[in-house]
């Protein structure tokens, strides 16, 4: 036996927890065979945290797969039991949006490494009784998608109809669609590269030396301990929340506009508003995330390069894919900026595959995609009805 479904964690998994008619089942499956890992480990068991909305249909072929990004979980489309927020694409996906909920079986996974249920630093390793801390093993984006496509075994569906993700989600997509090409029929990253830039690799190590930095963070123990590492994991988030807007968008939103008062306090104070803004996302992520996934996540992806694991060619990744390709990139996300979007459609190009892009006219910076672009939302609705009637899926 390779897996064992235990119970939904909260008695309310099958209610209307968004109250915009979005109905998620949440559940958690068990792994007990090993997995095998990039580094050359294993792990065993391994436990992976999903929600599902929707209905699969008779002969599995509407099952959507949704990749979230670094900070995200499998609350895609319903209100977060944790945060009371709504979900954090619920914009995206839902009855009537571009990822209809009433026709497609929409499937999202808490990433191996995550701390939303699945099997993370801060999960009980069975060896010893004690959280795994930095015992353990460093993983790859390609060992999230190893554990997804368990996942995806575990509920019967042998190719997916599409894999969709933004940012690190879209770092997923492409893995899905090199190392698992007959599975998946319809690719769609956003805001998302090949490989991560050394700027992205230098940001990730700020935060990291924060949290490191932070005298509770404990060499990784902290849970040991009974501290967190608040205020260095706080920092990191504040740095690389800057990485997610562009310099309009800040500009719009903040200015220099002060915060709660009349004039400077000539201290360090949050004087500004933007200040302000930075520290509430800093001490509101601490409540719900874990210092040692950021880490671990972040060092994933450093280490991700679809190239590198294919000599160097990029195109080799995706050489004999059948699956259709979107790829959407945003003019203002310096982040993961167009021309890395291109370089993706170029390998796709070389080895014929059927693809198309879209750049996005935003001025929100990377996190567009999250936010209510309407152009973003018209290419997805046409992308995913063309590839549906090709699938000879229900028209919308």
Same mark, same amino acid.
């Given at each position: 036996m390779t897996?064992?479904?235990?119970?939904?964690p909260?008695?309310?998994?099958?209610d209307?927890?968004?109250?915009?008619?979005?109905?998620?089942?949440?559940?958690t499956v068990?792994f %007990?065979d $090993?997995?095998?890992l990039?580094?050359g =480990?294993t792990?065993?068991?391994?436990?992976?945290?999903?929600?599902?909305y *929707?209905?699969?249909?008779?002969?599995?072929?509407? $099952?959507?797969?949704?990749?979230?990004?670094l900070?995200?979980d499998?609350?895609v489309a319903?209100?977060?039991?944790?945060?009371?927020?709504?979900?954090?694409w619920s914009l995206?996906?839902?009855?009537? =949006?571009?990822?209809?909920?009433?026709r497609f079986f929409v499937?999202?996974a808490?990433?191996?490494?995550?701390?939303?249920?699945? %099997?993370g630093?801060?999960s009980i390793?069975?060896? %010893?009784?004690?959280a +795994?801390?930095?015992?353990?093993?460093?993983?790859t984006i390609?060992?999230?998608?190893?554990?997804q496509?368990r996942?995806v075994d575990?509920?019967?569906i042998?190719?997916?109809?599409?894999?969709i *993700?933004?940012?690190?989600?879209?770092?997923?997509?492409l893995e899905w669609?090199?190392r698992?090409?007959?599975?998946?029929?319809?690719a769609?990253?956003?805001?998302?590269a090949?490989?991560?830039?050394?700027?992205n690799?230098?940001?990730?190590?700020?935060g990291?030396?924060?949290?490191?930095?932070?005298?509770?963070?404990m060499?990784?123990? +902290?849970?040991k301990h009974?501290?967190v590492?608040?205020?260095?994991?706080?920092?990191?988030?504040m740095?690389?929340?800057i990485?997610?807007?562009?310099?309009d968008?800040?500009?719009e939103?903040?200015?220099r506009?002060?915060?709660?008062?009349?004039?400077?306090?000539f201290?360090?104070?949050?004087?500004f508003?933007v200040?302000?803004y930075?520290r509430?996302?800093?001490?509101?992520f601490?409540?719900?995330f874990?210092?040692?996934?950021?880490?671990?996540? %972040?060092?994933a992806?450093?280490y991700?390069d679809?190239?590198?694991e294919?000599?160097?060619?990029l195109a080799?990744?995706?050489?004999?894919?059948?699956?259709?390709f979107?790829?959407?990139?945003?003019t203002s996300?310096?982040l993961?900026?167009?021309?890395e979007?291109?370089?993706?459609?170029q390998a796709?190009?070389?080895?014929?595959?059927?693809v198309?892009f879209?750049?996005?006219?935003?001025?929100?910076?990377?996190?567009a995609f999250?936010?209510?672009?309407?152009?973003?939302?018209?290419t997805m609705?046409?992308?995913?009805?063309?590839?549906?009637?090709k699938?000879?899926l229900?028209a919308a």
């Amino acid at each position: 036996m390779t897996a064992k479904t235990t119970a939904p964690p909260i008695d309310t998994a099958r209610d209307d927890i968004d109250g915009d008619g979005v109905t998620p089942v949440m559940d958690t499956v068990v792994f %007990t065979d $090993a997995l095998d890992l990039d580094n050359g =480990k294993t792990l065993q068991p391994f436990t992976i945290a999903y929600n599902t909305y *929707g209905t699969l249909n008779a002969d599995r072929s509407n $099952a959507i797969l949704i990749c979230h990004a670094l900070t995200g979980d499998q609350h895609v489309a319903n209100r977060n039991p944790m945060t009371g927020k709504p979900g954090w694409w619920s914009l995206l996906v839902g009855p009537g =949006k571009p990822v209809d909920t009433n026709r497609f079986f929409v499937i999202c996974a808490n990433i191996l490494g995550g701390c939303q249920g699945s %099997t993370g630093p801060a999960s009980i390793n069975p060896e %010893t009784g004690e959280a +795994y801390g930095l015992t353990f093993p460093v993983i790859t984006i390609g060992d999230m998608v190893d554990a997804q496509a368990r996942l995806v075994d575990h509920l019967g569906i042998d190719q997916l109809f599409a894999v969709i *993700g933004g940012s690190m989600g879209g770092m997923q997509v492409l893995e899905w669609a090199a190392r698992h090409k007959e599975r998946v029929f319809a690719a769609v990253p956003i805001a998302a590269a090949a490989w991560h830039s050394s700027q992205n690799i230098a940001f990730h190590e700020v935060g990291r030396q924060a949290v490191m930095a932070d005298p509770n963070w404990m060499r990784g123990d +902290y849970l040991k301990h009974g501290v967190v590492p608040r205020n260095g994991l706080a920092v990191a988030r504040m740095a690389a929340h800057i990485t997610y807007l562009s310099e309009d968008a800040l500009h719009e939103k903040f200015g220099r506009n002060l915060q709660n008062r009349t004039d400077r306090t000539f201290s360090f104070d949050a004087d500004f508003q933007v200040e302000s803004y930075l520290r509430h996302q800093g001490s509101t992520f601490v409540d719900r995330f874990d210092a040692n996934s950021y880490l671990y996540i %972040t060092r994933a992806m450093d280490y991700f390069d679809m190239a590198a694991e294919h000599g160097d060619v990029l195109a080799e990744a995706f050489r004999g894919t059948q699956s259709r390709f979107c790829v959407v990139s945003f003019t203002s996300d310096w982040l993961y900026p167009t021309r890395e979007s291109r370089e993706i459609v170029q390998a796709l190009n070389a080895v014929a595959a059927n693809v198309s892009f879209v750049e996005i006219e935003s001025n929100a910076g990377h996190d567009a995609f999250l936010l209510n672009e309407p152009k973003f939302f018209a290419t997805m609705t046409g992308f995913i009805n063309s590839c549906a009637q090709k699938r000879g899926l229900p028209a919308a």
